[in-house]
């Protein structure tokens, strides 16, 4: 069991841009979350898929965010026209909550900057 | 308005000794509480879980106790090890909802002096 991945570890980009990052959760983990993390604050989630289906999205999660989970595995968050706001650390994480186990477990992250 | 407050930012600890990080939270539907260790650039690390059914966990060095009624609970370290410096996240979750989503406190920096 390798643990969540996230790809890239960071990102610039110019403000307007679109970017996307991928997320790959631990195998046979049904649940995916999506946060976001800025500085001295804890995680803020954003969204979240079980299997294939995206159950419930946060107020944060504006209409320039989307994100995927084609076939249950790995997820895709893509921000579209990126703010200045937008700069964040992206985390990812999972948990095999079909099996009664809730707690999570996180990636390294995806942090953004957006110039 | 915060449901999980984590109100020190800081603890500094000796080697050896006893750290205690503290967290309250104001949602009385929170039943599942964690806490998570994290380095910089990396990922939050989970360390301990506990149920409301319960009042204490204990997993090694790592020890959560919770106090339903006062809506507080902490994590006990013993001994502190200088490994141990990092933030710690305390989070909550409404596991009745079955969203299962956490909601996090800002952390605490825990420093370890050899």
């Known amino acids: 069991d390798t643990g969540v991945s996230q790809n890239p570890r960071h990102k610039i980009t110019k403000r307007g841009q679109n970017v996307t990052f991928r997320c790959d959760p631990i195998?046979?983990?049904?649940?995916l979350y999506w946060y976001r993390q800025t500085l001295g604050q804890g995680p803020e989630f954003l969204t979240y898929f079980q299997n294939e289906a995206q159950l419930e999205k946060s107020r944060l999660l504006s209409d320039r965010f989307s994100a995927e989970r084609p076939k249950g595995s790995f997820s895709t968050l893509e921000i579209q026209r990126t703010e200045q706001g937008d700069s964040a650390m992206y985390l990812c994480?999972?948990?095999?909550?079909?099996?009664?186990?809730?707690?999570?477990?996180f990636g390294p992250g995806t942090r953004l900057t957006v110039t | 308005d915060q449901q999980v407050k984590q109100n020190s930012p800081s603890l500094s600890v000796q080697e050896g000794r006893i750290s205690i990080l503290n967290c309250d939270y104001t949602?009385?539907?929170?039943?599942?509480f964690l806490w998570y260790k994290k380095y910089p650039a990396e990922g939050p690390t989970f360390l301990i879980s506990?149920?409301?059914?319960?009042d204490k966990n204990e997993d090694g060095r790592f020890t959560v106790f919770l106090n339903k009624s006062a809506k507080h609970l902490s994590l006990h370290i013993v001994p502190s090890q200088p490994g141990d410096s990092a933030v710690y996240f305390c989070a909550a979750s409404d596991l009745g909802r079955s969203q299962g989503n956490l909601i996090f406190g800002k952390g605490t920096k825990l420093s370890v002096k050899p």
């Open positions: 949602n009385s539907m929170f039943d599942y």
């Open positions: 994480a999972s948990s095999a909550w079909d099996r009664g186990y809730y707690e999570q477990y």
């Open positions: 506990i149920s409301s059914i319960k």
């Open positions: 195998s046979e983990h049904n649940r």
